[in-house]
Nanobody
Framework: VQLQASGGGLVQAGGSLRLSCAAS????????MGWFRQAPGKEREFVGI????????DYADSVKGRFTISRDNAKNTVYLQMNKLKPEDTAVYYC??????????????WGQGTLVTVSS
């Protein structure tokens, strides 16, 4: 079972990026999928979640209105669209599967992370 995050890079403040998380090894269509991020010297923090039921989403207050999570179950892939990026969004972004809400401990599977750097 593997989660492969991709799409990170360097972007100017105000720009956009779309991260992808491709899952393999089993069907994740009935799993909640989360995104987390970890900035240098900080704890890994919750960014958002998309639930398998109805596809409802929740986001951290810091990204609400700027970030959008979507999923394509046919491709076993989850996306994180990030708009209006700020320097404080700079972090390694991780996708995770099988958890509930913003609690890291509940997620069973983790991707390797992709670095997003936002320049001012």
């Amino acid at each position: 079972v593997q989660l492969q995050a991709s799409g990170g890079g360097l972007v100017q403040a105000g720009g956009s990026l779309r991260l992808s998380c491709a899952a393999s090894g089993r069907d994740f269509s009935r799993d909640n999928m989360g995104w987390f991020r970890q900035a240098p010297g900080k704890e890994r923090e919750f960014v958002g979640i998309i639930r398998w039921i109805i596809g409802s989403t929740d986001y951290a207050d810091s990204v609400k209105g700027r970030f959008t999570i979507s999923r394509d179950n046919a491709k076993n892939t989850v996306y994180l669209q990030m708009n209006k990026l700020k320097p404080e969004d700079t972090a390694v972004y991780y996708c995770a599967a099988g958890g509930y809400g913003g609690s890291r401990a509940t997620y069973e599977y983790w991707g390797q992370g992709t670095l997003v750097t936002v320049s001012s």
